[in-house]
T-cell receptor, first 117, second 112 residues
Framework: DTGVSQDPRHKITKRGQNVTFRCDPI?????LYWYRQTLGQGPEFLTY????????KSRLLSDRFSAERPKGSFSTLEIQRTEQGDSAMYLC???????????????FGPGTRLTVL | AQSVTQLGSHVSVSEGALVLLRCNYS??????LFWYVQYPNQGLQLLLK??????LVKGINGFEAEFKKSETSFHLTKPSAHMSDAAEYFC??????????FGTGTSLTVIP
């Protein structure tokens, strides 16, 4: 399977703890996106990378959140000092900027469901 | 700024009946529009996309959508619903190809 993968699929943590999620995009994709999805809502954009450069961050991404993509391949999203409001599904997607209109198609991973107790 | 509005958070249809899921967009420039489907505990799967070519777009699983600029709409249809179509459907708009703005979703129930 060469789709987008995310790890872990589920994470339960206590308030105040730090958590880290990983996303492995489709191998030839140079763009990687993070979204947050809460119950009953559509995905909300958090940030995106082109290769290893983080090009855009949403105001939703507070200073407790940090994302990296050190080698332009996999990415990690870390949440420090988790709060109950951080409970959500965190989705990763990837896309390619090569090919006509190809960059407009984002392929999503299965998500990491975070529960903060 | 771009946004989408999905009218009807829940839609129920009988198996074999027409499926119509509504999406209206707001964009100051010509947008790219998408429909995604999400099954429980899974990520989003692209159904179809409009990228300024043909206004009637055909997607996977028999779904299609028509871009109507005058109505700022991109409604999703399928002539005959199957039980396997039961899922959450999201409409999304993008202008830059970077940020996607998603609607709040429509949950489709198919009644046998």
């Amino acid at each position: 399977d060469t789709g987008v993968s995310q790890d872990p699929r589920h994470k339960i943590t206590k308030r105040g703890q730090n958590v880290t999620f990983r996303c492995d995009p489709i191998s030839e994709h140079n763009r990687l996106y993070w979204y947050r999805q809460t119950l009953g809502q559509g995905p909300e954009f958090l940030t995106y990378f082109q290769n290893e450069a983080q090009l855009e961050k949403s105001r939703l991404l507070s200073d407790r959140f940090s994302a990296e993509r050190p080698k332009g391949s996999f990415s990690t999203l870390e949440i420090q000092r988790t709060e109950q409001g951080d409970s959500a599904m965190y989705l990763c997607a990837s896309s390619s900027t090569s090919g006509i209109n190809s960059y407009n198609e984002q392929f999503f991973g299965p998500g990491t469901r975070l529960t903060v107790l | 700024a771009q946004s989408v509005t999905q009218l009807g958070s829940h839609v129920s249809v009988s198996e074999g009946a027409l499926v119509l899921l509504r999406c209206n967009y707001s964009s100051s420039v010509p947008p790219y529009l998408f429909w995604y489907v999400q099954y429980p505990n899974q990520g989003l799967q692209l159904l179809l996309k409009y990228t300024s070519a043909a206004t009637l777009v055909k997607g996977i699983n028999g779904f299609e959508a028509e871009f109507k600029k005058s109505e700022t709409s991109f409604h999703l249809t399928k002539p005959s619903a199957h039980m396997s179509d039961a899922a959450e459907y999201f409409c999304a708009v993008s202008v830059t190809g970077n940020q996607f703005y998603f609607g709040t979703g429509t949950s489709l129930t198919v009644i046998p």
